[in-house]
């Protein structure tokens, strides 16, 4: 009944909300398992096998004469790391508490600070099983070099953009429609696994084919990596821009659903799922 408020600075109300974020964040890194190391090193094992499984299919099929020039692994893991990082993203947003959750009664917390914590929560994860798998690469088999690691670097930030972009605008629609959104996420997962282009690059598609593809802002994004990563690859037919844009106005109406969404919650969508 009685509550007194307290009048916070700028910088103070900043430094709460990244303690609340912080504090989310661990508790979505341990969702998975309840020891955090284990949920990494699982991620750590999804993408070793991931990596093998496209090393053997290549020099089954005999297409590794197709790949760039230069390290076979290394070109792998360029498209195997940004497809992780995107579609893990993606899932951890649509995942994450919505405006009827009972996290939400909790009055610092609020769906922005979850969208947050799950978006920074899936890039931490995949961020430490990357360099970590580099590193094991780098010292166990042999050196790695990236021609602009930096830029390369900011590819996977793109990367984690869009997917969790996107998975702010499949939030905002979940409470309306959840089958028909935990039915897109699972096929746009499981069709990314060829349209995202980790298993070729824009260069050696023909034109019929590149329509195909790139409609696909991680298409994109994994093709300029790959023009980053490699000193011998010169990507011509995609844009990290037209990845960042589209990222964006993702962003922007998913966030306008999603305040929609809020201000129009009910507790009984929850009783739907």
Partial sequence: MFDSRRRQSGFGAAVNIFELVYHS?????RKSHSNAFMA????????????????I???VLGLRSAAIRGD???????GIFLYMTHVKTLAAVVASEGPASPM??????????????????????????????????????????????????????????T???LGVLLLAIKPWFPTAVSVFTQIYQRANMIASGKMFVANTLPSFMLALFDWNPLFHAIDQSRGYAFINYNPR?????????????????????EFYTRKNTSASWYARR
């Fill in 163 to 165: 997917g969790a972009a």
């Fill in 104 to 161: 939400m009664k909790h009055a610092p917390m609020n769906t922005v600070i979850s969208i947050l914590s799950s978006a920074f929560g899936a890039l931490y994860i995949q961020l430490l099983s990357l360099f970590v798998i580099l590193f094991g690469y780098h010292v166990i088999f042999t050196p790695i070099e990236f021609e602009d690691p930096a830029s390369t670097f900011a590819m996977l930030m793109v990367a984690w953009f």
């Fill in 72 to 78: 076979f692994l290394l070109y792998i893991m360029t």
């Fill in 57 to 59: 299919m290549f020099t």
């Fill in 25 to 29: 964040i661990v508790r979505n890194v």
């Fill in 237 to 257: 037919y995609s844009s990290w821009e037209y990845a960042m844009w589209v990222g964006v106005i993702l962003l922007m109406i998913g966030l306008m659903g």
């Fill in 40 to 55: 990494v090193l699982t991620n750590m094992l999804q993408i070793v096998i991931f990596v093998l499984a496209f090393y």
